[in-house]
């Protein structure tokens, strides 16, 4: 995991802990959402999810 990734995990339950459900909602988005764009980088063509594993992205 880099360093980012934990990062934004622990922002993430920061934010549930002051119960910023919002908040930590759009960073959950964000976070899921830049994680497919790594693998999509990362993973050879074909290997990541079909365009409709999470409607409305990608």
């Not at 994680?35 to 992205?57: F, I, N, W, Y």
Request: aromatic share 0%; charged share 30%; net charge positive.
């Amino acid at each position: 995991m880099s360093r980012g990734c934990s990062t934004e995990h622990r922002q993430i339950l920061d934010l549930c802990r002051k119960r910023d459900a919002e908040r930590a909602a759009k960073l959950v988005d964000e976070h899921i959402v830049g994680a497919c764009e790594s693998l999509k980088t990362h993973l050879p063509k074909g290997a990541a999810c079909p365009p409709d594993a999470v409607p409305g992205r990608i």
